[in-house]
C-alpha cells in the first residue's frame, strides 16, 4: 500500500513538474534544434507592410492550459515615431449570439499576441474578459539577436517568458480568461497601419492547447496555404536562414563634384547581423534609368567593402548607388537599398573655383610681402596671423566632421553630419594653405621664444601631427589636430608672455574669435535668409536648389556638437550640485590666476553691490517702444511656417483643438468642453481661440493654425521682461525675448501641439518677473497681482503650476536653512521670505479646492499616474531613457545643445548677478531631478519642457558683455556682442528647421 502511494505521489510530482517546466522543455528544444527556415518579411519604407494570416482549425478554449510560442529575430527598424514594427497575433471569436434580426454574430478579438515596439519593448497579450489584455517588458529584443517568445495562460494566471526567462506574469487584478471562445487565425508581420519600415525573420510558431498542438509552423514549405497583404516593394518569403544575407551601401558623403574621388562602402551581413568576409561585391550607379558598373571590391574581416570611385564629369543633378552581391554555394545573392547622392557641380566649374582660390592664394602672398615690407616684417605677421587662424580653423571643421562620421537625430531620423564648404578637396587645400602660412608666421614671430621654452613647440608639433597622420591612414587623430592647431596658436602667447607683452597677445586672441565668429555669422545670416525666403516660393529642403548651400552649411555645422547634447543635458540636470564646488574652484584658484597675470582687468562685481550699481543702458531705450510688435509680428510668422508646406493641421495635439473650437461654439459647448476628458486644463487657451474666432470672424481651421502665436508672443514678451528685471539693459532683454521665442518651448510646443502647458510657461515667467519686484519692495498690490498670476498658470496647466510652486517652497525651505546660519541677514531677506510665505499659503489654499472640487479630474487622475509610474528601475537606466527621450521625443526638439551649454554657462555666472533668482531656478531643477531619475521618457520630456533654457542663456551674453566692458581689452566688447548675435541667428535657424520638418 506504502509503495503504491509512493509510486502516485511520484507520479502526481512528475506531472506537477512537466507543468511547470514545458517552457524550460520547449525551450531545450529550440536550442537542439538548428533553425534552417523562416519567415522573411522585408518592408524597406514606412509606407510598406507584409502581413500573412491563416485561417486554423477552430479550437474551443474552455478552461484550457494554453501555450503560444514564436522565435523573431529584427534586423532593422526604420521609424519616425515609436511603436510597434512587428506582431504575431493569435485571433478568434467569442461564443455566437443571436443579433436583432435573428441571424448569430461574431467578432473578430485578439486573444493572445506579441507586438515587438521600437523601444526594444515586447507587449504580450492574453484572454482578457471579452477580448485581450497587455503586458509590457522593458528592453525584450536587440537587433540581430534571436529571441523566443512564449505565453502560458493557466486557468488563474498568465506567465510571459523571454529565451526561457520568466519576465512577467499577469496581476491579480486583470487574471486571464481560461474559456469560453474560440481561437481560429494565426496572423504575423506588419500591417499597413504602422507606419514603420523593417526587416524581420519568423519562425517556430506554435499554439499548443493542454499539451497538444493545434497550430506549428517551422516554415520548411511555401506560404500557399496563407494569405498574403504586402505593398509593393515588401518582401514576404521562405527563406534559408543559413543562406541568407543582406547588405547595405552608405557614403560619409551625401553631395559628391562631378569629377572628384568618392568612397562608396557596403557591408556584408548573414542573418544574425554579423558581417561576412571576402565576398566580393559589386557597385553600381543609375544614369539614366541605367545602372553602370563602377567596379567591385572584396569584404574585410568585418564584412565590409569600398571602392574609390572618380565620378564621372557628365554626371550632375542627383544619383542613385547600389551594392550587389551575386551568391555563391555559400550564401544567397542579396542586393542593397539604392543611396541617394547628389552630384553638385562639375568640373568646369570646379577648375574656376581652384583657379581662383589658386589667384588670391597668390595675390594674398604678394600682399603679404609688400604689407610686411611696409608695415614691418614683426608687426604685419601680428595682425595677419590670427585671421589666418581662423580661417585654418573654419576649414578644418569639414575634415573634423568628415573624420568621425557624427551622427545625429532630426525628427526620428538617423542622419551623418556631411560638412563640405566647397567640395572635399578644395576644403583640403584652403585648411593645409593656411596652415602652412600659419606655421610659417608661428615660426618667424616666436623663434626667440622656441628656443627659450618649450611649450612654444607645441603648436608646431600639433600642426606637423595634423599633416602627417592622415598621410598614415590615422584620420581621427589628425582631424583632431587640425582642429586644435589654430586654437593653440591663437592662445598659446596668452601662456608664454610677461606681463608687458600680455596685452598685445589678449588683443591677437580677441582678433583670432572674431575673425572666426564673423564666418559664422556670416553663414548664419544667410542661412536665415534662406529658410524666409522659403516661406515665399516653398521647396522640399535641401533639394539641390542653391536656396539651401547655406541652410546646409549651418545645419551641419550645428550637428557637430550633437554628441555632446546628452552630456550637456546631464550636466545642467545636476547643476544644483557642482556649481557650489566649482565656485569655491573658482574663487580660491583660477580668480586669483587671472588677477595675477592679466592687468587692468576688474574685478566683477559681486551680487548686492551689483544690482545696486546695475543701471538701464537708456542707448536701447527705444527698444521697448519696438519689441512688443516685433515679437507679436515673429510669433505669427513662426507658427504659420509649416503651412506653407501643408494645409493639414500640425501638432499631435492640434486636432483636438480644432474639434473643441467647433465644439464650444455651440449652445452648450462650454459645459460639453469642461465634460470632455483633459479640456478643463486646457479651456483658457480654448477660450482664447475662440474669442479670436469670434472678435474677428475668422475660421475655426484659421484660429487653430495661428492661436500658438499667443503663447509663443507671451514667451517672448515674458521673457524680455524677466530679463530687463534681473539686468536693466533693454539690449540683452531684446536677446532674450527672441532666444525664448525661438526655443525649445516653440518647436517642442508646435509639434507636440501642447498649447496650455506654452502658454503656461509665459505665465512662469510673468510670475517669476513679479516675484522679483516683490522681493525687492514688497506691498499688498503686488503680492495679490503675483498670486493672481499663479491662479493664471493653475488654471492654464495644473502641471506646471505643481512643478513651479514645489519649486518656490524648496526656494523657502533653503533660505530659511541658510538665514540662520548668515549673519548678515537684513530685513529686507526676512521681508521678502514673509511674503514668499504668504503667496506659497494662498496657493496651498487653491490647492486644497483643487483636489476637493476636481477629485476625479484630469489633473487628479495624471497626477496619481505620475507618481505610480515612478520606479527605481529607470536608476539604472537613466542614460538609456534620456538618450531616448532626446532622440525619439517631440521630434527630437529638445537636443538644442547650443542653448542647453549656454544655460549650464548662466548657471554658473548668473549667482554673481542675482542671487535669488539663482536660487529659485537651481530649485526648479532640483524639484525636476528626481523624477526625472524615476520617470519613463513619456513623462520625462514634460519635466525637461518646463525649463525655461534661454533665460540662464542670455544671462551669460549678459555677464560676458559685462564683463568685456570693464575688462579694458581692445575688441572685447566687439567680438561678444557678434557672439551674442550669432546665437540669435542660430536659434532661428534651429526653429525654422525644426518647424519644417513638422508636417513630414
Not at 434 to 455: A, D, G, P
Amino acid at each position: 500500500m506504502k509503495q503504491r502511494k509512493s509510486i502516485l505521489a511520484l507520479t502526481l510530482f512528475l506531472v506537477f513538474i512537466g507543468s511547470i517546466g514545458s517552457i524550460e522543455n520547449i525551450e531545450s528544444q529550440e536550442k537542439d534544434l538548428q533553425i534552417k527556415h523562416a519567415l522573411h518579411i522585408l518592408a524597406p519604407d514606412e509606407s510598406e507592410y507584409g502581413y500573412i494570416s491563416k485561417n486554423i482549425h477552430e479550437t474551443t478554449i474552455n478552461d484550457s492550459r494554453v501555450e503560444f510560442h514564436a522565435s523573431v529575430n529584427i534586423l532593422k527598424v526604420q521609424s519616425k515615431s515609436p511603436g510597434i514594427v512587428l506582431q504575431i497575433d493569435a485571433r478568434g471569436t467569442s461564443h455566437s449570439e443571436e443579433s436583432d434580426y435573428g441571424a448569430t454574430s461574431s467578432k473578430d478579438e485578439l486573444r493572445y499576441a506579441f507586438r515587438l515596439a521600437t523601444d526594444g519593448s515586447v507587449i504580450f497579450y492574453y484572454p482578457f474578459m471579452d477580448s485581450s489584455a497587455a503586458v509590457t517588458v522593458k528592453d525584450g529584443w536587440k537587433l540581430g539577436k534571436w529571441i523566443h517568445l512564449a505565453i502560458i495562460v493557466d486557468t488563474d494566471s498568465a506567465k510571459f517568458y523571454i529565451n526561457g526567462v520568466l519576465v512577467s506574469e499577469s496581476d491579480n487584478e486583470l487574471s486571464p480568461k481560461p474559456g469560453g471562445f474560440y481561437v481560429s487565425k494565426i496572423g504575423m508581420g506588419k500591417t499597413d497601419r504602422l507606419r514603420r519600415g523593417m526587416e524581420a525573420f519568423i519562425t517556430r510558431v506554435l499554439l499548443v492547447k493542454d499539451g497538444s498542438n493545434i497550430f506549428a509552423e517551422n516554415f520548411e514549405y511555401n506560404l500557399e496555404s496563407y494569405e498574403i497583404k504586402k505593398s509593393a516593394y515588401a518582401i514576404v518569403q521562405v527563406i534559408d536562414l543559413v543562406r541568407f544575407t543582406s547588405i547595405e551601401v552608405f557614403s560619409s558623403l551625401k553631395s559628391i563634384p562631378s569629377g572628384d574621388s568618392a568612397l562608396p562602402r557596403a557591408r556584408l551581413f548573414d542573418s544574425s547581423l554579423n558581417g561576412i568576409s571576402n565576398k566580393t561585391i559589386i557597385f553600381e550607379y543609375q544614369f539614366n534609368d541605367l545602372w553602370v558598373k563602377i567596379g567591385e571590391s572584396k569584404t574585410d574581416y568585418n564584412g565590409t567593402a569600398e571602392f574609390n570611385w572618380k565620378v564621372p564629369n557628365d554626371l550632375q543633378g542627383y544619383i542613385y548607388i547600389r551594392a550587389i552581391f551575386q551568391g555563391d554555394t555559400e550564401f544567397a545573392e542579396s542586393q542593397s537599398k539604392n543611396l541617394p547622392i547628389q552630384v553638385t557641380i562639375t568640373s568646369g566649374p570646379k577648375i574656376k573655383t581652384l583657379i581662383t582660390i589658386f589667384s588670391i592664394f597668390t595675390i594674398g602672398l604678394v600682399g603679404i610681402a609688400f604689407l610686411s615690407y611696409r608695415l614691418g616684417r614683426i608687426k604685419f605677421l601680428s595682425i595677419i596671423l590670427p585671421i589666418i587662424c581662423s580661417i585654418s580653423l573654419f576649414f578644418s571643421l569639414p575634415i573634423l566632421a568628415n573624420a568621425f562620421e557624427i551622427q545625429t537625430y532630426v525628427a526620428y531620423e538617423l542622419t551623418t553630419v556631411s560638412l563640405q564648404i566647397f567640395d572635399t578637396q578644395i576644403d583640403r587645400i584652403i585648411w593645409l594653405s593656411s596652415s602652412i602660412i600659419m606655421s610659417i608666421s608661428w615660426m618667424v614671430l616666436y623663434t626667440r621664444k622656441i628656443l627659450e621654452r618649450k611649450i612654444t613647440a607645441i603648436p608646431i608639433i600639433s600642426m606637423i601631427l595634423s599633416i602627417t597622420l592622415p598621410l598614415l591612414g590615422i584620420d581621427h587623430v589628425g582631424s583632431f589636430f587640425a582642429f586644435l592647431s589654430p586654437i593653440l596658436v591663437a592662445f598659446t602667447p596668452l601662456l608664454i608672455h610677461n606681463k608687458r607683452e600680455l596685452p598685445n597677445s589678449i588683443n591677437s586672441a580677441i582678433m583670432f574669435l572674431i575673425s572666426f565668429l564673423s564666418i559664422i555669422c556670416l553663414i548664419e545670416v544667410g542661412s536665415a535668409l534662406g529658410w524666409v525666403y522659403n516661406s515665399l516660393d516653398p521647396h522640399a529642403p535641401f533639394d539641390g536648389d542653391p536656396r539651401w548651400i547655406l541652410p546646409s552649411l549651418e545645419a551641419n555645422l550645428t550637428g557637430i556638437l550633437y554628441p555632446f547634447t546628452l552630456s550637456a543635458l546631464i550636466v545642467l540636470v545636476f547643476s544644483w550640485a557642482w556649481i557650489p564646488i566649482l565656485n569655491k574652484v573658482y574663487r580660491s584658484f583660477i580668480k586669483q590666476h587671472i588677477e595675477n597675470t592679466i592687468i587692468k582687468t576688474k574685478e566683477h562685481l559681486n551680487s548686492q553691490k551689483q544690482e545696486k550699481r546695475i543701471s538701464r543702458d537708456n542707448h536701447y531705450k527705444f527698444l521697448t517702444l519696438l519689441i512688443i510688435p516685433v515679437i507679436i509680428l515673429t510669433s505669427f510668422f513662426l507658427v504659420y511656417y509649416p503651412y506653407f508646406y501643408t494645409p493639414r493641421l500640425i501638432g499631435v495635439d492640434t486636432p483636438w483643438y480644432y474639434e473643441n473650437l467647433l465644439a464650444i461654439s455651440s449652445s452648450e459647448g462650454i459645459q460639453h468642453v469642461i465634460s470632455d476628458y483633459g479640456a478643463v486644463t486646457r479651456l483658457p487657451y480654448l477660450l482664447i481661440l475662440y474669442a479670436l474666432m469670434t472678435v474677428f470672424s475668422l475660421p475655426p481651421m484659421i484660429v487653430v493654425k495661428i492661436g500658438p502665436a499667443i503663447p509663443a508672443a507671451l514667451m517672448g514678451i515674458s521673457s524680455f521682461y524677466l530679463t530687463q528685471t534681473l539686468t536693466r539693459n533693454d539690449f540683452i532683454a531684446t536677446i532674450s525675448a527672441f532666444l525664448g521665442l525661438f526655443s525649445i518651448a516653440t518647436t517642442v510646443g508646435i509639434f507636440a501641439g501642447v498649447y496650455a502647458n506654452w502658454l503656461a510657461l509665459g505665465f512662469v515667467l510673468i510670475f517669476w518677473t513679479l516675484l522679483l519686484k516683490v522681493w525687492q519692495n514688497p506691498s499688498r498690490s503686488l503680492i495679490l497681482i503675483t498670486v493672481i498670476t499663479s491662479f493664471l498658470i493653475l488654471i492654464t496647466h495644473p502641471w506646471t503650476w505643481a512643478i513651479i510652486l514645489a519649486s518656490l517652497a524648496a526656494y523657502l525651505m533653503f533660505n530659511l536653512i541658510l538665514h540662520r546660519s548668515d549673519n548678515s541677514n537684513s530685513s529686507q531677506k526676512i521681508t521678502a521670505n514673509k511674503s514668499t510665505l504668504i503667496i506659497l499659503c494662498i496657493n496651498f489654499v487653491l490647492m486644497v479646492i483643487l483636489l476637493t472640487v476636481f477629485s476625479s479630474g484630469e489633473f487628479i487622475r495624471l497626477s496619481t499616474e505620475v507618481l505610480a509610474a515612478m520606479n527605481s528601475k529607470y536608476l539604472t537606466h537613466f542614460l538609456g531613457v534620456m538618450t531616448y527621450s532626446l532622440r525619439f521625443y517631440v521630434g527630437g526638439f529638445l537636443a538644442n545643445t547650443i542653448i542647453i551649454i549656454l544655460c549650464i554657462l548662466g548657471l554658473f555666472t548668473i549667482k554673481n548677478l542675482k542671487r535669488q533668482f539663482y536660487a529659485v531656478f537651481i530649485s526648479l531643477l532640483l524639484v525636476a531631478f528626481v523624477p526625472l531619475l524615476l520617470l519613463d521618457s513619456w513623462w520625462q520630456w514634460r519635466l525637461l519642457y518646463m525649463i525655461p533654457y534661454n533665460i540662464p542663456a542670455t544671462l551669460f551674453l549678459f555677464y560676458a558683455l559685462d564683463a568685456s566692458k570693464k575688462s579694458g581689452i581692445r575688441y572685447a566688447f566687439i567680438s561678444t556682442i557678434l557672439f551674442s548675435l550669432i546665437m540669435v541667428l542660430s536659434s532661428f535657424n534651429y526653429a525654422l528647421r525644426c518647424l519644417n520638418y513638422i508636417p513630414g
